[in-house]
């Protein structure tokens, strides 16, 4: 079982900058996802690191965002700059037991409580 838990969401203006953290109860080698959802839109993937370090982006967030993971805090964060109103969302932070990652939210088994994330144009 791993607990996860969302912090750092907020408002911010279009263009400005947000970081997200998620804070596990213990060290994994899972793959590690945020994903996000928008009102009224299905749940969709942003980024994910695999258990050996490898990032994936979705391309509309590719160049914007920056995935990471602080080994000894047992964090992930995700760095968000140039934000834009579309990034408005939900946004959830979760773990699928392997090293890789899938980008299905069916293969992910624990989920943090989520973050909103609030862009003003």
């Known amino acids: 079982q791993v607990q996860l838990m969302e912090s750092g969401g907020g408002s911010v203006q279009a263009g400005g900058s947000l970081r997200l953290s998620c804070a596990a109860s213990?060290?994994?080698?899972?793959?590690m996802t945020w994903f996000r959802q928008a009102p009224g839109k299905e749940r969709e993937w942003v980024a994910s690191r695999a258990g050996d370090g490898t990032r994936t982006y979705a391309d509309s967030v590719k160049g914007r965002f920056t995935i990471s993971r602080d080994n000894p805090k047992n964090t992930l964060d995700l760095q968000m700059n140039s934000l834009k109103p579309e990034d408005t969302a939900m946004y959830y932070c979760?773990?699928?037991?392997?090293?890789?990652?899938?980008?299905?939210?069916?293969?992910?088994?624990?989920w943090g409580q989520g973050t909103q994330v609030t862009v003003s144009s």
């Open positions: 979760a773990a699928r037991p392997s090293s890789s990652c899938g980008g299905s939210r069916d293969e992910y088994n624990y």
């Open positions: 213990r060290y994994t080698y899972y793959c």
